[in-house]
């Protein structure tokens, strides 16, 4: 004989307001995130106020975005919630879990428990996830800053540029020749609020006081590699790239010397007298890559606007964090 569990009248109609309250949250949390999505894709602000390329912290900024919207539209769920609830207990649908229950709507009820579940700990998930990510789009902006003193010294700064399937940059673009610069951010200790806490480089790896290691040269070196292929194809010559960490908020010891700059926001300006000169890059080297890079960090928003703006902005005033 199957398992049937006897609920009273008012116990059915509860388990049937919690079955379509929850799949009427459901839904409606899935269309919050339709309209988001959508919103994204139709949202277009002035071009010629804010230009085509991407601005400083364009990818994290969008990842922010991204967790803000998904934890507004939990939160209009869970207050669709009890509203779904409470209507639907007042309907009195009876009719719908009967008071003889089998596993077949205790499986019901407890799928249903289960995706509510899973709601309250994306919720909770994506809070907490909120301060790393203002922490992190607050450091790429500090660095962003700090590039613009290299920006004005006639050089063309990208930020968030492809130089992979999965990994960008900002490059940093000069007749001296030409910056791969990846930020990694790593939280600070709350003691050290005022002054930078110090991490060591041994010329390979980036030692924290916490004891994490970051093994950053071979990966970096690679990445500028595959940047250095990218731009030798585009111009005919050989290019030479190279690669910066870039760590804000720490002051960086080197224990040895390195093969490339390690920097913070405070000193990143640095790199602009680390290239040898015959990494240099001629007039028309420069217009290449910078014209490559110009296409590269074109914001999708922008794209269809693209055979408007190409050939009418000189690549002095590409860049736009100048």
Not at 96 to 118: D, M
Not at 156 to 166: N, S
Not at 176 to 205: E, K, W
Not at 235 to 245: A, D, E, L
């Amino acid at each position: 004989m199957p398992l049937q569990i006897e609920l009273t009248e008012f116990g059915a109609n509860l388990a049937a307001a919690w079955i379509l309250a929850v799949a009427g949250s459901t839904v409606f949390l899935e269309l919050c995130r339709a309209y988001l999505a959508v919103r994204r894709r139709l949202r277009l602000r002035s071009v010629f106020a804010e230009g085509f390329l991407h601005s400083p912290g364009h990818n994290r900024r969008g990842k922010l975005r991204l967790q803000v919207g998904e934890i507004h539209a939990l939160l209009a769920s869970f207050a669709v919630l009890p509203l779904l609830f409470a209507t639907v207990l007042v309907a009195d649908p009876d009719v719908i879990v009967p008071q003889s229950i089998t596993l077949y709507w205790l499986a019901i009820i407890l799928c249903v428990t289960a995706i509510a579940g899973h709601h309250v700990h994306m919720l909770v998930r994506r809070l907490s996830a909120l301060p790393a990510l203002r922490y992190e789009l607050s450091a790429d902006m500090a660095v962003s800053q700090g590039l613009q003193r290299i920006a004005r010294r006639d050089f063309a700064v990208f930020h968030d540029a492809m130089l992979g399937e999965e990994n960008s940059a900002k490059v940093v673009v000069g007749k001296q020749g030409v910056f791969a610069l990846f930020l990694h951010v790593h939280p600070r200790p709350a003691s050290d609020s005022q002054n930078p806490p110090t991490a060591t480089f041994d010329g390979r790896r980036v030692c924290f006081p916490d004891g994490t290691d970051l093994d950053v040269a071979q990966q970096i070196q690679s990445l500028a590699k595959e940047a250095e292929t990218r731009f030798s194809k585009v111009t005919g010559s050989t290019i030479k790239v190279c690669p910066v960490m870039a760590i804000p908020g720490w002051r960086i010891e080197c224990t040895e010397q390195p093969e490339f700059p390690v920097v913070n926001e405070s000193n990143i300006d640095m790199i602009a007298s680390w290239v040898r000169p015959e990494d240099s890059l001629l007039d028309e080297e420069f217009e290449q890559i910078v014209s490559l890079l110009s296409e590269a960090c074109l914001d999708p928003r922008y794209k269809h606007h693209a055979s408007v703006a190409r050939g009418q902005m000189p690549a002095s005033q590409v860049a736009r964090c100048r």
